[in-house]
């Protein structure tokens, strides 16, 4: 599939924008016009650059408020036109957006725009130049893909015919279905854009969150797929306009943008392949996605393994072993194994720096986030040493793909040869529950496109959390039956001054129990720092659950808190925070499936007001 | 009037805010439940501590989902109401809201409702306390106060009655004018939000964009007019949801919000008289606005003065004096007089740090000032120096009141002593056109409030502008001749962080011409540095509008942008940016009264793209 993506999608300069598409992998741009206008590049320049980097000039854009004006407008539209045709041979360009009028048309006359697209289509002509047509959302008097196709069919041009906007179309709610009619030589164009869903007007709507495919809630390969059904053989395009794309890495949101394409079309390859039908996009496949069945381990880097170490063993995690060669120590309890890793670490109190999953072949994992545009990790394993594929995500958490059911490959490597229950008592930890990781602002939509694509993981409803310096955004991740979880939060930028003084928020790492109150309380006769629950919220509690008195106290007594839903109930608490981490412990009772969201306030407030004080 | 504030307008632990309140001068708070939940403070210190600060604790909010349902559920709810009641009781609270079910009410049965909320009542009424009954906008079965009132009304309780808020009112559309009807006795509570005219859910809207009265579109004088024709007497409160003041800080939020209510309740004093109607509310009138008549002054700080006295000379900007006592010099063309300050300013290139305006009665502008809250200027002058009014505006820039065509007061102080007309030539810059001045995100909406009220000006819609890091938000404030004019600009981080080392992003002052031309080569011919204005932008101006070919050979020889509406046209240019400041000069022709938003991409573009190279 040939694959382009409008400029107006990236912040920077046209220049820095054309290198970005050619790094990230595009084979064409569309030339948004505002970009080259206050570009110093005179368009020769721009033609030369294009060459030189192996990018086609796809489609220039957009020109508008053309039909259904007084004579004397149209005129003025012509003379406008024209200037834009002349400049576009410069450019060696040959594909002209059209879009419906939004601003200046008066006149509601399908016949009157049909002649007036004629006379543009044969002035284009001389210039060797096509017209694609589009019908925006909110166009005076077209605004759906129906209307100005029949416009194009009336006009009756070699050199018009139609642009499709999935975002024009979708946002409308209306069925793309009858796109696969359309004779697909007379689709010039078509440009993707995924949006969340939302209540608002259009116009806004489309202008500030528009975002990649896979990153909103429009089925986006229905919508290929009845493009690929129409014939279409031309290039796919991404066109966005999205507040946080406009101010973000250039080169990071073209291989989101690129990475948004790469799973559409093996999506649409899929649901063409199921249906039986061919295509002339020439979609290409990614290597299967797979279900991970849960975590391999968690890392840990910090400049000082001590308190993190004492920490785990205050919560019952055993010492398994030191790394034969690198400054690294694994943990384990139950099947949740943790890494703390003192490599390259100076100056890091400590951090969640990684994990691995466990899939069937992580050969194949890894080859599907490599099409993905997933960027490795720089490899620091010897020979004899297991090569686990590690990519980074865009919150620089590294990612591993590990082997169902094989961690002997890398225990090894740590003087374990025994698989599991090496400890003396029976770990009252079973597994790793979730992580917690902090997403900055800017990547947040390319983190979940990430995550979702490259590990496969379905997104839940997201949330927002009071805290006392803002609302915290929360979106959870995870596999159909929840072997692996990862919360996903961006902090508004005062809780983050206020949380740490090196404004980051922490991660945090939960681990899974069969029995919390015993687990407390061992930790309690350790000496470990829980994280203090303010009284008023068990008075809350008893309002609002019908407790035991007993547990009521229990729970207050261990700084533990509560939740229940229609299934079963959900105890929790957390530890301290040691530099940028702290660890969350969860028991799961019947069958509850949540994280305790009505507690997740209580959690940030108390951090505050922890936080406060010792910054006092 | 007394006023009220609810603890989640702002951002912090419960202690904070309730400082916070205190010393913005609020008589008392409401406790939104959750602001205790999270706070170690026990009740009985919350009591103690307001006690101590002078606040009264109006209301305990919110007590949700309570009537329309199913009897097992009605027990548990008044279970929990009894729970809190207690609560309320050691806080020393008297009143309690009840929002109108939106969750849990399965029977749509009005003499339910009743009959539900009178049990409630009787429970309620054992510990003294009165419950006021809000429709939530999004309430199940009830979401008009009209029907709120009807149940109030039926349940015929002597410790119940109805909350007002304009948002769930106005936000539906619904007329306020019904409110006069109800016995003003009858209504317990009423609370205050304003919101931007938005077009989405109004749950999203009410959660995340409510802002203080006056920042908002709601007529709030008319709301607070038909409460207080109801005979009301009470408290008015504050409810804010808003995502930015969560975040901000505490204090400055606070004295914003009572700021908003002098504001208000003195536009509704002179709404009420003018009807002639009395009110129980003690609304407090202000010392009137007044209109400004011009710029006095314009300040630039700087270490070095060199470089601007260069740039003023230029644009044929005289030098009129240095001032007798101090590091400061005075400029001045026409009527534009620009002061160029080197107290205090170490470290600093150049800024735009304060202006003064003229108006008929300087004292009485600042007397109103005061009363709004504006943060004094600490005084500078001696006894027999100018003392004029001046304050601290919410982004920092001090602003001064001096008296209408009495410049010689204060030019004194430069040994100027005839007033104007000094030059040897008549200058050509008439006055200042508008100065632009940076805003942080966080202050955004707290600066129109402050510069709409205190300087009195009006707000006219804002604009967008992108830009190659993000879109830049831009509001004009300007008096109703256009006599004074501010355009505020919110920057997205990126581009402050690409477009100045120090993360600012520049100020300007931009003054008028009546021929720029002459005034462009007069500044060439004295070497000054223009802001250069790409080519394609030239070509693009020849395609939209149809200028004589020897204008638009000026035009680009001179760097000069041009816009044209109905009106007029409009001609301008920048100057290069010294420090964290530049300049504009415009010509207005016919009538014109932009500020050429088509070309602002144009000058964002070209400043960012000067930078980066100046980065190189």
Request: proline share 5%; glycine share 8%; aromatic share 8%.
């Amino acid at each position: 599939m040939r694959t382009s993506i409008a400029t107006v999608c990236l912040s920077g300069t046209l220049e820095e924008k054309m290198l970005a598409c050619a790094k990230a992998g595009f084979d064409g741009i569309e030339i948004f016009e505002q970009d080259l206008l206050v570009s110093p590049m005179s368009p020769e320049e721009v033609r030369a650059l294009a060459a030189r980097l192996g990018l086609t000039l796809d489609l220039f854009q957009p020109f508008r408020d053309f039909e259904g004006v007084e004579p004397q407008l149209l005129q003025a539209n012509l003379h406008r036109a024209e200037a834009k045709f002349k400049l576009m041979t410069r450019l060696g360009m040959d594909m002209m957006l059209l879009c419906s009028n939004v601003g200046t048309a008066t006149i509601n006359d399908d016949e009157l725009f049909v002649s007036q697209i004629r006379q543009l289509a044969d002035l284009a002509a001389g210039y060797g130049i096509r017209i694609a047509y589009e019908a925006l959302a909110w166009g005076t008097y077209v605004n759906t893909y129906q209307h100005s196709w029949e416009i194009a069919r009336q006009v009756d041009r070699e050199n018009v015919g139609i642009c499709l906007d999935s975002f024009h179309i979708l946002s409308r709610g209306d069925d793309p279905e009858a796109i696969a009619q359309i004779p697909g030589e007379k689709i010039f164009f078509v440009q993707l854009a995924d949006a969340p869903v939302l209540s608002m007007d259009i116009l806004s709507w489309s202008r500030h969150y528009r975002v990649f495919p896979g990153q909103g809630g429009f089925k986006l390969d229905e919508f290929l797929g009845a493009i690929a059904r129409s014939g279409y053989a031309g290039i796919i395009s991404l066109e966005i306009f999205n507040d946080v794309f406009r101010q973000s890495n250039v080169e990071r949101t073209a291989v989101d943008g690129l990475r948004s394409l790469n799973l559409l079309q093996s999506q649409t390859a899929a649901l063409l392949d199921a249906q039986g039908i061919g295509s002339a996009l020439a979609l290409q496949a990614l290597p299967g996605g797979q279900k991970a069945n849960g975590f391999d381990f968690t890392e840990i880097r910090t400049e000082d393994p001590e308190p993190v170490a004492r920490l785990l063993a205050q919560l019952g995690f055993e010492f398994r072993g030191q790394h034969r060669r690198k400054p690294v120590q694994l943990f384990s309890a139950g099947g949740a194994r943790i890494i703390i890793n003192s490599q390259r670490s100076r100056g890091v109190t400590a951090a969640v720096s990684g994990f691995g999953v466990q899939v069937p072949d992580p050969a194949a994992a890894g080859e599907r986030a490599v099409q993905l545009l997933a960027r490795p990790v720089p490899r620091q394993h010897l020979r004899n040493e297991a090569d686990l594929p590690g990519f980074n995500a865009p919150d620089n958490t590294e990612v591993f793909f590990g082997a169902t059911g094989d961690a002997g490959g890398w225990e090894a490597e740590f003087g374990v040869h025994e698989s599991g229950a090496a400890a003396e008592h029976p770990a009252l930890i079973q597994c790793i529950d979730h992580l917690n990781l902090a997403q900055p602002w800017q990547s947040f939509d390319e983190s979940v496109l990430f995550y979702t694509s490259v590990l496969n993981l379905q997104a839940l409803p997201g949330t927002e959390v009071p805290s006392p310096m803002g609302l915290v955004r929360s979106q959870v991740l995870a596999t159909g039956d929840n072997a692996v979880r990862l919360a996903l939060n961006i902090v508004p930028h005062g809780l983050e001054e206020a949380i740490d003084r090196n404004h980051e928020y922490p991660e945090h790492i939960a681990v899974r129990t069969g029995d919390i109150i015993t687990l407390a309380r061992n930790a309690v006769a350790d000496g470990m720092d829980f994280l203090h629950i303010p009284a008023n919220y068990y008075e809350d509690l008893a309002a609002r659950f019908d407790l035991e008195p007993q547990l009521l106290q229990t729970l207050q007594e261990l700084n533990l808190l509560y939740d229940r839903d229609e299934h079963g109930e959900f105890l929790h608490f957390y530890t301290e925070t040691i530099g940028n981490m702290f660890f969350e412990v969860v028991e799961r009772r019947d069958g509850y499936d949540g994280y305790g969201a009505p507690n997740a306030p209580i959690r940030l407030a108390a951090q505050f007001e922890r936080n406060r004080w010792s910054r006092h």
